[in-house]
């Protein structure tokens, strides 16, 4: 018998050798480990649900490349490893098409690659936002969130109300306080705060201070009276989260503790398997203590050191003797019945965050570029320094003294800050974590676009955000059909070469499965110049022809300057809407391809239709200004824009504004001074765009108009979450309003009425408000009209959310007006989503439908003089702006039309006209190479205006009656 070999042992075929990890480690030694998680233990990776227990988490750069970070991390499911590996958002400079990039949103995982089957493993992409958790991700692009607050686990808990098995333990909140107002007295109403957690659930202690106890009789209304309402969510945003109101059984008709789960602020998915908490109380010498588990299972979540959820508490108290019910809390904003992004983020460790031992109140004033603090503490903190700090950086410092109520108080303000929450530091310690924007809301699809103009061609490439499906991308020349290039495009960049330069594309991206995972943008590199808008009807009131006689001559200047020719006509505030109509009519049909807008200026008449109203709220007629715009036969009494839409038609009209203290010509005459000092780019406005949405969750997202197109117009990362009345906005480019509440009969909630924005000013150029009545915008101080009617108030408002409006092509130099058109012409063969009520003849738009996006500030001073030959010569100051050089037109008439001179841009201030007179009338813009965010157009500004003497003094502008 021969010897027998025995078999060597194999390495099993997902072991990883020496060598390929020596390797794959070279460029990355000499970093250091974080030797705390900062990744949740449950990331939910679709396909990967079993990975748990993710550990090695390593933070680092590659040297080279400055402002890039990498992380790497390991799980283990019992069975086979998953790494990971990728980097932080990075933006990228310019390119030589002008284009500039966006930076992408956090997002997850990249798509997988196929790995060996025995290994069980995925290598992916993730992007870093210093912010993720066991349900999702959540924060603004290129923003970091607030910090999470760690929950020390306690299993020897006991549910009894006595709480003498917390001991010293717990993560601790020592004062819940109002989000505005005066805060209550200790000794009247006062609340504190600890909290822990088991296998069971998450662990809540309060202590409250009271007296009088007066609780709610019906169990869905226990929030009116003395309660408390907890949250809890799987991340600050998600729709995974549930509310429970508890009363505490302190008034002697409910003697003891009644929970009742509010439905209307809970996942309908959760309300199936709900949980009841287990809550007990006990009275004190002052008030009550009242332990209260909640319990995991609510959520379907399996506890896990390094998970991170949302929480939140609100403690509400009702005197019967007649006074206001007060709510303390501890997120700084009210509203997280409605908004589960009003939650703070916590986390389950063996460990609390140190305590918050003072509590800050933080307004940000955009408009002055500051934040103002209150600061409350206890007064054996008085004479403690306080500061704030953002980013470790002080920005602003001051003393605690001793306050009302018996808090130790301070006020602080200091510069602003770009990030997600400051810190309060009292005596060198951290003593609250104040969230200065809520996470951002993930609708629409932040695509971001590069034109490519490799190998001598040019390429738009569109980079598509990592998700789990696929993505349907189509393009079309702006008008025809759509084209579908991919119906089945993975995640990254997708590329379509087959475009050219000088023209534009318009490009729609759609993701499957979600309705509204959409983005629509205008692309283009180097598109040439357009020199003619069409024609303008301009209709005002009658009396305002001699009241505003020079701001009326300026903006008709205005007009033709930026391109249009202008139809002027008088009207009176009593005339039939058929007399106008028809005016306007028969001025289509004389030029059907020239005149496409139409501009009313104070009293027009309105023309009322429809049945059905747009909110929801029973039936009724509509202010209808669309009538002026579709030039169909069909007859107009219907709830649906009867055919198409021709004219873009937007209105200014102040009358019945009582609430500004100030009479319709002067709301009037400071609305079109900054309509002037807008396209002249006198107005300082801040490339920025602010979503407040207090419809957050809710199924028709109506705030898809603001994310949608903010986020394609301007970089994400300057698009912020906010919320009224925690900001003061400053100018911005954007600004969306999204309020729940009863517009006709009193102010919307989370927001206002008229008279708060005498005080506030909604201050974005273009607006998009929505809620019920508001589209009713004849109403007295209405507040779409309100948002124009400050001298620092917007320049255009629409009433969006039902339908969805789109203003993607503004991004290459359309103007609002076309947006407008658009809109009210989508029956969703354009685009999708449409929203509730679309081509509804409510579609309206408030203020000056020719505005465009980027306005370019004009040179100055234009002189004409005779020439020592033949002709005239012209002189002008150079614009301040970095100009690609300067376009002359001349003209006949002083209102034009006005014919270009020059073939191509002339580079100094001065130009021989050899064939002009002194006769002629001229015109000079500043041409640039406009760059936005999806390409690059020639873009011109305001045009500056010469002529003879005599003639141009005239402050007067003929209107035909």
């Known amino acids: 018998m021969g010897a027998v070999t025995k078999p060597q042992k194999q390495p099993p075929p997902w072991r990883i050798g020496q060598g390929d990890l020596d390797a794959w480690s070279a460029p990355y030694r000499g970093w250091h480990y974080a030797a705390d998680p900062v990744i949740p233990s449950d990331l939910k990776i679709p396909g990967h649900e079993t990975f748990h227990s993710f550990d090695v988490p390593t933070v680092y750069q590659i040297p080279g490349e400055a402002g890039k970070w990498f992380m790497s991390f390991i799980g283990f499911n019992g069975q086979g490893l998953l790494t990971s590996r990728g980097r932080t958002p990075a933006s990228h400079p310019c390119d030589e098409a002008g284009t500039r990039r966006q930076p992408a949103k956090p997002r997850g995982f990249a798509p997988r690659r196929r790995a060996a089957p025995a290994l069980a493993a995925v290598i992916g992409t993730m992007i870093m936002s210093g912010c993720s958790t066991i349900g999702g991700p959540h924060g603004s692009a290129g ?94 945003g998600s729709a995974e989260r549930c509310q429970w109101l508890v009363a505490p059984g302190m008034d002697e008709r409910y003697p003891e503790p009644r929970v009742h789960l509010q439905e209307f602020a809970t996942s309908p998915r959760l309300l199936r398997n709900t949980v009841a908490p287990t809550v007990a109380r006990v009275r004190t010498g002052d008030g009550y203590r009242m332990e209260v588990l909640l319990p995991w299972k609510a959520l379907g979540v399996l506890p896990r050191r390094g998970d991170e959820l949302a929480f939140q508490v609100m403690v509400n108290n009702h005197e019967r003797q007649g006074r206001p019910q007060e709510n303390l809390l501890w997120f700084p904003m009210s509203g997280a019945a409605f908004d589960s992004r009003k939650l703070h983020r916590i986390k389950l460790a063996d460990e609390p965050s140190p305590p918050v031992t003072a509590r800050a109140r933080v307004r940000v004033d955009f408009r002055g570029e500051i934040i103002e603090c209150e600061v409350f503490a206890p007064l054996l903190m008085a004479a403690q320094p306080v500061r704030v700090l953002s980013a470790g950086r002080p920005l602003a410092a001051g003393t605690l003294a001793e306050g009302a109520n018996g808090f130790a108080c301070a006020k602080l303000i200091g510069p602003g800050a770009d990030a997600a929450a400051v810190t309060l530091d009292v005596n060198g310690r951290v003593a609250d974590v104040v969230p200065l924007d809520l996470p951002r809301a993930d609708l629409g699809i932040e695509t971001s676009v590069r034109l490519d103009r490799a190998a001598g061609g040019l390429a738009v490439a569109v980079g598509l955000p990592e998700h ?46 979600d309705r509204f995972g959409t983005d629509y943008f205008w692309a283009g590199s180097r598109v040439p110049l ?33 391109g249009w020719q202008v139809v002027r006509k008088t009207v009176l505030s009593t005339q ?44 009724g007629t509509s202010p209808a200004d669309v009538y002026y715009g579709a030039m169909g036969d069909a007859g107009f009494d219907q709830d649906v824009i009867p055919g198409r839409v021709q004219l873009a038609v937007g209105r200014v009209d102040f009358s019945n504004m009582p609430a500004f203290g100030a009479g319709e010509t002067a709301l009037l005459r400071r609305y079109l001074d900054r309509d002037h000092a807008y396209r002249h780019g006198q107005l300082a406005v801040v490339e920025r765009a602010l979503v407040h949405d207090n419809f957050f969750g809710q199924p028709e997202r109506f705030a898809y108009s603001g994310w949608q197109n903010f986020t394609t117009l301007l970089p994400p990362e300057t698009v912020r979450t906010v919320t009224w009345p925690n900001v003061r906005p400053g100018m911005s480019q954007f600004f969306y309003v999204c309020g729940a509440g009863h517009g006709a ?157 020059t073939k191509e841009p002339v580079q100094g201030p001065d130009l021989n006209d050899p064939d002009g007179t002194p006769a002629h009338y001229y015109q000079v813009r500043a041409v640039v190479l406009q760059e936005s965010t999806t390409g690059s157009y020639c873009n011109s500004s305001q045009g500056i205006f010469a002529g003879p003497a005599e003639k141009t003094a005239n402050a007067h502008v003929d209107f035909p009656p």
């Not at 070469?497 to 759609?510: D, F, N, P, Q, R």
């Not at 009425?753 to 019920?772: C, H, I, N, Q, R």
């Not at 029956?827 to 929203?835: C, Q, R």
């Open 468 to 513: 789990e499906g696929a993505y349907r991308v189509a393009r079309r020349a702006p008008g025809e059909a759509w084209q579908v290039l991919a119906d089945a495009a993975p995640a990254g960049e997708f590329r379509d070469a087959a475009v050219e330069s000088g023209k534009v594309y318009e490009y729609g991206i759609s993701r499957a499965g």
């Open 576 to 619: 039939a809407p058929a007399e106008i109509r028809a005016w306007i009519r028969a001025e289509y049909e004389r030029a059907p391809d020239a005149v496409n807008t139409v501009l009313l200026l104070g009293r027009v008449p309105v023309f009322r239709a429809g049945h059905a109203r747009p909110d929801g709220h029973g039936n």
């Open 143 to 236: 923003q970091d969130c607030a910090p999470a607050f760690s929950i020390p686990r306690m299993p020897a808990v006991l549910i009894d109300g006595r709480a003498n098995d917390w001991g010293a333990g717990g993560f601790r909140v020592d004062a819940l306080i109002p989000d505005q107002g005066a805060i209550p007295a200790r000794t009247n109403f006062a609340a504190g705060l600890r909290l822990g957690w088991n296998d069971a659930g998450l662990l809540a202690l309060l202590e409250v201070t009271g007296g009088d106890w007066s609780e709610a009789e019906k169990i869905t209304e226990l929030f009116g009276r003395d309660s408390a309402e907890f949250y809890l969510a799987r991340y600050p």
């Open 530 to 562: 357009r020199d003619r808008r069409g024609t303008v009807l301009l209709i005002a009131e009658n009396s305002l022809i001699e009241l505003l006689a020079p701001e009326i001559r300026r903006l008709v200047f205005d007009l033709v300057g930026d």
């Open 745 to 901: 009969a009193g102010p919307v909630a989370g927001f206002g009425d008229a008279a708060t924005l005498v005080k506030t000013p909604l201050e974005g150029v273009f607006t998009m408000v929505f809620g019920s009545f508001l589209y009713e915008w004849d109403r007295p101080d209405n507040l779409l009209r309100a948002t124009l009617a400050h001298e620092r108030g917007a320049l255009t408002c629409g009433w969006a959310g039902r339908p969805h409006w789109y203003l993607h092509s503004m991004g290459m130099g359309e103007t609002i007006g076309d947006c407008l058109r658009r809109t009210q012409n989508n029956d969703g063969a354009d685009y999708k989503p449409v929203g509730g009520y679309g081509r509804g003849i409510h579609i309206a738009l408030l203020g000056d439908p020719t505005l465009r996006l980027h306005p370019v500030v004009p040179p100055s001073d234009l002189r004409v003089q005779a020439g020592s030959a033949r002709g005239v010569r012209l002189n002008w100051a150079a614009s301040p702006r970095k100009v690609n050089g300067y376009h002359v037109y001349r003209a006949d008439a002083e209102f034009g039309p006005y014919e270009r001179i």
